[in-house]
């Protein structure tokens, strides 16, 4: 399973970037994970769109979700260029009856994921972890039967995530705050609580990401290898993650 970084930023992309947005492949099966401001213009570097086999939403929050209605006329217009009827897959919650709904166009469909159970999607098995955010948003536990993956999305820190977390193979954790501040209010975590989590859960690989647009992110990293004592990354678009079969 390899997972590429299209996106990271939180709130707005910074100038040649954009915001949350990661692609995961599996033998072929290519599965877009949250799709922000940017993301379509970035992710045309690494695959053409049109061959994305699904789209997966973690919440509707405009930096995770900005440039889905751009890819729903990408698929509109290729269709009508290339005499084609294809459409995407888009999965979301329904716990915002007006968001789900726009997930649904000419060349796209919006799917309900059930929050109980585990989605299958090709190759690839996801459960979902409800996360302390303002809106309805959920963590993500992805594997292909041999790599686990976990995708915190927006949230605080919460002992639950340990449990979710534990012994995957890399742990996307959100990182929108510096060591000493709170994130209980607006629902993210810092990097303190990031290298906790991963240490905790004893994962084998942190990945920093949804930074912040202030301070210097290198003590993201200082601070967070203070608590966890396996590999860190923060993100940035070149990152990848590979695994082989």
């Given at each position: 399973?390899?997972?590429?970084?299209?996106?990271?930023?939180?709130?707005?992309?910074?100038?040649?970037?954009?915001?949350?947005?990661?692609?995961?492949?599996?033998?072929?099966?290519?599965?877009?994970?949250?799709?922000?401001?940017?993301?379509?213009?970035?992710?045309?570097?690494?695959?053409?769109?049109?061959?994305?086999?699904?789209?997966?939403?973690?919440?509707?929050?405009?930096?995770?979700?900005?440039?889905?209605?751009?890819?729903?006329?990408?698929?509109?217009?290729?269709?009508?260029?290339?005499?084609?009827?294809?459409?995407?897959?888009?999965?979301?919650?329904?716990?915002?009856?007006?968001?789900?709904?726009?997930?649904?166009?000419?060349?796209?469909?919006?799917?309900?994921?059930?929050?109980?159970?585990?989605?299958t999607l090709g190759p690839l098995q996801i459960r979902f972890l409800k996360t302390h955010h303002p809106v309805p948003c959920y963590a993500m536990r992805i594997t292909?039967?041999?790599?686990?993956?976990?995708?915190?999305?927006?949230?605080?820190?919460f002992e639950g995530l340990v449990t979710f977390s534990e012994g995957a193979d890399l742990l996307i954790a959100e990182c929108s705050l510096y060591a000493g501040m709170?994130?209980?209010?607006?629902?993210?975590?810092?990097?303190?609580?990031?290298?906790?989590?991963?240490?905790?859960?004893?994962?084998?690989?942190?990945?920093?990401?949804?930074?912040?647009?202030?301070?210097?992110?290198?003590?993201?990293?200082?601070?967070?290898?203070?608590?966890?004592?396996?590999?860190?990354?923060?993100?940035?678009?070149?990152?990848?993650?590979?695994?082989?079969?």
């Amino acid at each position: 399973m390899n997972v590429q970084i299209i996106g990271y930023w939180g709130a707005f992309p910074e100038a040649d970037g954009a915001t949350s947005c990661y692609l995961i492949e599996k033998s072929g099966y290519k599965c877009l994970l949250d799709c922000g401001s940017g993301a379509l213009s970035r992710l045309q570097k690494y695959m053409n769109p049109f061959e994305l086999d699904a789209l997966l939403l973690s919440h509707y929050h405009a930096d995770h979700v900005a440039d889905v209605g751009s890819l729903q006329y990408l698929y509109l217009v290729q269709n009508m260029i290339q005499s084609k009827d294809k459409v995407l897959p888009i999965y979301g919650h329904q716990l915002d009856q007006n968001k789900f709904s726009s997930l649904s166009h000419k060349a796209t469909k919006g799917i309900a994921y059930d929050l109980n159970s585990t989605l299958t999607l090709g190759p690839l098995q996801i459960r979902f972890l409800k996360t302390h955010h303002p809106v309805p948003c959920y963590a993500m536990r992805i594997t292909d039967g041999e790599t686990t993956i976990v995708y915190t999305a927006d949230t605080s820190h919460f002992e639950g995530l340990v449990t979710f977390s534990e012994g995957a193979d890399l742990l996307i954790a959100e990182c929108s705050l510096y060591a000493g501040m709170d994130g209980s209010g607006p629902g993210h975590m810092t990097s303190e609580e990031c290298g906790k989590l991963a240490q905790a859960a004893g994962v084998k690989q942190l990945w920093l990401s949804h930074l912040p647009h202030f301070g210097d992110q290198q003590k993201l990293k200082i601070v967070a290898k203070q608590q966890y004592q396996g590999p860190i990354q923060i993100a940035k678009e070149t990152l990848s993650f590979n695994a082989l079969p």
